[in-house]
């Protein structure tokens, strides 16, 4: 070897050179990865705004009066599942819903509650006379992003409006309950209009979680006035009221929610500002450690090295088109017919779920997005099987002879709007709530109960009520 270089210096002084150029050029290379950064987005929250009011209607809306109840009542935001505990299970379709009889401990829990909250109702109920609102977002109050106007769509809004209105729901429906005990039926009418209204508006919001809980609340309340009509012998009059909310609703209730599909599309677009550079001409790089940085891991010093791996990774142009692509998708497949909708979502599974430089997040609220799909068909089938158990209960009442089916009740065949087919229905001697009958939807799913007069369940087992033994001495 030695006599090689001595004999070719010149061939090891440029097998030298070029190996420090090389060396060279792949330490800037690495630098230069590692110096990667976003150009944070400036105006995302306001562009967010900007299409959450789209083609909603301007102010004066409930949204403002919504508010103003909220703050006026600290305990809209206070109160919480843990509060209702002895009140709520979770159903079949995993909405909470109110357990155990309306009696004892559960009807006093109920009527304190009711007691506590129940004066905002009469605010609540004109807050929804006026047109449907658009959430206005904002980010936490004192944070960076607060601070310098601008941040993370995903990690810096808050959504402090979701749990009062879970709460409004709860005791509007619980007092929808005591005003058809008290006999006071118009008033029942005008809860369960107003929970289907709070429910709705809800869900056609930008966020995932929104339409999920919006729809919570309209199912608590189609759920709870299907068990006061099993539970109470409503007059003619008081069925006639509960028909025409019905048909009111039957506008309200979308087959699938796209919107929400609109506002995480928003939101993954947001995503990609915080995690590729932005070259002017809509492409760049993905940042690994941005993204790490951004889900709370190492984003600086030592992390840094993350963003070596770049290169292998699609750029921000690809990664755009195919987010694009994946909510497109999904749209397409939330109005398909049931049967042709669970093929669809699996072959989006198959290929999305790990695609475009975003790997396990593009499809990470998939099963969540299924549900709300799923449970929009629910809410429909829903509400035209509490309709026809009205219909029925009205012939109940003026005949007194149960009817053999339901078309027999109502004159004509019970439709399921989801599926085509008819409703189920059985005559059971001691079926739900004391009633001699069942109606089933003619569907499955794992996220919707197909029983339309669901019984009330127990109070859960696990909760002890029994006075605590005392301590010993």
């Known amino acids: 070897m030695f006599t090689w270089i001595q004999r070719r210096p010149h061939a090891a002084l440029r097998a030298a050179l070029i190996a420090a150029v090389l060396l060279a050029i792949s330490g800037w290379q690495i630098h230069r990865l590692m110096s990667l950064e976003p150009t944070p987005p400036t105006g995302a929250l306001a562009a967010l705004n900007e299409s959450a009011s789209r083609g ?235 993204e790490s940085r951004l889900n709370g891991g190492p984003g600086s010093g030592i992390g840094r090295l993350q963003n070596v791996l770049s290169p292998i990774f699609p750029g921000r142009r690809a990664t755009t088109a195919v987010v694009n692509k994946y909510y497109d998708t999904l749209i397409a497949a939330g109005s398909l017919p049931r049967n042709e909708r669970a093929a669809a979502l699996a072959e989006v599974q198959r290929k999305y779920s790990r695609s475009g430089g975003l790997p396990g997040v593009l499809t990470l609220t998939l099963p969540s997005i299924e549900a709300l799909m799923d449970r929009a068909d629910g809410l429909r089938s829903r509400l035209e099987g509490v309709r026809a158990m009205l219909l029925l209960e009205a012939r109940l009442a003026k005949t007194g002879a149960l009817p053999v089916s339901l078309a027999d009740a109502i004159g004509a065949a019970a439709i399921d709007p989801v599926s085509g087919e008819e409703f189920e229905f059985e005559t059971e001697p001691d079926g739900p709530g004391g009633r001699p009958y069942e109606i089933r939807m003619p569907w499955f799913s794992k996220s919707v109960d197909r029983i339309v007069n669901p019984p009330r369940t127990p109070l859960p087992t696990l909760i002890d009520l029994s006075e605590p033994a005392a301590a010993d001495g």
Do not use: C, K
Not at 186 to 198: E, F, H, I, K, N
């Open 56 to 290: 909603r209607p301007a102010a004066p809306n409930a949204w403002n009066a919504l508010q103003t109840i909220i703050n006026a009542h600290p305990d809209l935001r206070r109160s919480s599942a843990g509060e209702f505990a002895l009140l709520l299970t979770r159903s079949g379709d995993d909405f909470i819903m109110f357990a155990g009889p309306w009696d004892g401990m559960n009807r006093s829990t109920h009527l304190a509650a009711l007691d506590r909250l129940g004066p905002m109702l009469a605010d609540l109920d004109a807050a929804l006379e006026l047109p449907a609102y658009f959430s206005r977002y904002n980010f936490e109050l004192g944070s960076d992003a607060d601070a310098a106007g601008q941040g993370s769509i995903s990690n810096a809004v808050i959504l402090p409006h979701i749990g009062p209105h879970v709460v409004l729901g709860w005791i509007n429906a619980i007092a929808m309950r005591a005003d058809a005990e008290a006999g006071r039926f118009d008033s029942v009418a005008r809860r369960l209009r107003t929970g289907l209204s709070l429910g709705t508006n809800l869900s056609a919001q930008q966020f995932l979680i929104e339409g999920l809980a919006g729809q919570a609340i309209v199912t608590t309340h189609l759920i709870e006035a299907a068990r006061l009509v099993a539970e109470i012998d409503l007059p003619p009059d008081a069925i006639a009221g509960l028909l025409a909310e019905f048909d009111r609703a039957a506008g309200m209730i979308d087959a699938a929610n796209m919107t929400a599909l609109e506002g995480e599309r928003f939101i993954l677009h947001d995503f990609i500002a915080w995690t590729f550079t932005d070259d002017g001409a809509g492409d760049g790089r993905f940042i690994p450690a941005a």
